[in-house]
């Protein structure tokens, strides 16, 4: 099976765990702003994804192309502030909802935000969400920033991709 990663991202985390999947693995990147990024020529499909106040990236992007990937495999990689859980799923399942949870395999990563680098509406919006956020540490990281890219996190990832490769039946964790 021959598979590509196709990621939407705004401030470089994403892009470059997208590179560091691909030189494990050795899968062609697809930024969706790009023409080129055509999902329909490959068997299975890596999206990879920046959170962006609740929302994902690459939502407008899979919408476009729902029929070009509807009825692949695909392995979703978000990368955000937040932690694996409850609350980021649910941001997933909103943002895709034409896509079932139970249709995808996701993989949550966590990113680095320097607010110094942002343009000022974005500053604006997260100082906003920090005045709601209830929890502490979440608050003061969404207003001082912080940088959790780890590359081991990928690890998931290539062991998805070679058994897909493989054409054995995926056992997702």
Known sequence: MNGAIFFSGQYGSTAQYAGWISDATGLPVFDVKHA??????????????SVITYNL???K?????????QKKPIVLFTVSGAPAGPKLDGWVADSLAEIPM????HVALRGRMNPKTLGWW???ILIMGAMKNRDPQARKEELAGFDYMDKS??????????QLQSNEAPVFQ
């Open 36 to 49: 080129d990024a055509d999902p329909s020529k490959f068997d299975f499909l890596i999206l990879g994804s």
């Open 57 to 59: 990236t690459i939502s």
């Open 61 to 69: 992007w899979v919408k476009r192309n729902l029929a070009g990937i």
């Open 102 to 105: 139970s249709k995808m395999r």
């Open 122 to 124: 974005t500053r604006m």
């Open 153 to 162: 996190g990928i690890e998931p990832i290539t062991k998805m991709v070679q």
